[in-house]
């Protein structure tokens, strides 16, 4: 990203991230800081281009924050950048971290996770930050997902059986695949519409996500969230 548009882009995000809190602007004293040179350098803090080229996706190192404000909880953002710990097993491009056995995929145990550890301040500000980032608000806008539930046995059935989400992602800690992110921790770390939407279609939020199209409607995607939103880390 060319840095000037970073600092452009930082200096508007700390302006408004003061407004929005009415924090005395020495807490926002870093922000910039950390989005440059501990931010931008894996994570996309711009929306690209609609022709972007598919290879684009090899070369991501971390997921892109342009709607960091229509994906996370930021309450979640604050304590994971003071905390951070794993969220995709086999890193962000797991096909370079995956070893194919006879046995089904294992991952390379070769693979570390390293992320910036902010103060409990930085945190709280490059969150509040972040949340300001909404490139896709179109989008959660026009989802109509609502609060609900579904008997846990169903949504368990549901998601490991009848969608084959398991093959991907782990819906407990010692169920599910290595190649998606954690999702029992999504009600933590995610909001509600953000999943219902990208479910639904992924390509509308990220054009070369490796996120397969399910092919559901609405109901079912609902039913989806609903137990998502159920689990328990």
């Given at each position: 990203m060319n840095v000037t548009n970073l600092a452009?882009?930082?200096?508007?995000?700390?302006?408004?991230?003061?407004?929005?809190?009415?924090?005395?602007?020495?807490?926002?004293?870093?922000?910039?800081?950390?989005?440059?040179?501990?931010c931008a350098s894996c994570h996309a803090l711009q929306a690209p281009a609609n022709n972007i080229a598919k290879n684009e996706r090899l070369?991501?190192?971390?997921?892109?924050?342009?709607?960091?404000?229509?994906?996370?909880?930021?309450?979640?953002?604050?304590s994971w950048l003071s905390n951070p710990s794993p969220i995709h097993p086999a890193g962000y491009y797991p096909?370079?971290?995956?070893?194919?056995?006879?046995?089904?995929?294992t991952l390379d145990t070769d693979v570390r996770f390293a992320h910036p550890t902010l103060s409990t301040e930085e945190a709280d500000?490059?969150?509040t930050a972040l949340m300001l980032l909404k490139?896709?608000?179109?989008?959660?806008?026009?989802?109509?997902?609502?609060?609900?539930?579904?008997a846990m046995r169903m949504g368990v059935m549901d998601f490991r059986r009848f969608k084959g989400c398991d093959a991907?992602?782990?819906?407990?800690t010692?169920?599910?695949g290595l190649?998606?992110?954690?999702?029992?921790?999504?009600?933590?770390?995610?909001?509600?519409?953000?999943?219902s939407s990208f479910i639904l279609n992924p390509v509308a939020w990220d054009p070369n996500t490796v996120m397969p199209v399910l092919e559901m409607n609405e109901p079912a995607v609902h039913k989806l969230v609903h137990y998502l939103l159920m689990l328990e880390e």
């Amino acid at each position: 990203m060319n840095v000037t548009n970073l600092a452009s882009i930082a200096s508007a995000l700390v302006a408004a991230a003061a407004l929005v809190t009415a924090a005395p602007p020495h807490a926002f004293a870093d922000v910039e800081s950390i989005l440059q040179s501990q931010c931008a350098s894996c994570h996309a803090l711009q929306a690209p281009a609609n022709n972007i080229a598919k290879n684009e996706r090899l070369s991501r190192m971390a997921p892109p924050l342009h709607f960091a404000g229509n994906k996370y909880n930021r309450d979640w953002l604050v304590s994971w950048l003071s905390n951070p710990s794993p969220i995709h097993p086999a890193g962000y491009y797991p096909q370079r971290h995956i070893i194919n056995t006879g046995d089904g995929d294992t991952l390379d145990t070769d693979v570390r996770f390293a992320h910036p550890t902010l103060s409990t301040e930085e945190a709280d500000a490059v969150a509040t930050a972040l949340m300001l980032l909404k490139s896709k608000s179109a989008l959660i806008e026009a989802d109509t997902y609502q609060s609900g539930t579904v008997a846990m046995r169903m949504g368990v059935m549901d998601f490991r059986r009848f969608k084959g989400c398991d093959a991907c992602h782990q819906d407990s800690t010692t169920s599910g695949g290595l190649s998606g992110p954690l999702l029992y921790n999504a009600a933590q770390r995610l909001q509600a519409a953000y999943l219902s939407s990208f479910i639904l279609n992924p390509v509308a939020w990220d054009p070369n996500t490796v996120m397969p199209v399910l092919e559901m409607n609405e109901p079912a995607v609902h039913k989806l969230v609903h137990y998502l939103l159920m689990l328990e880390e």
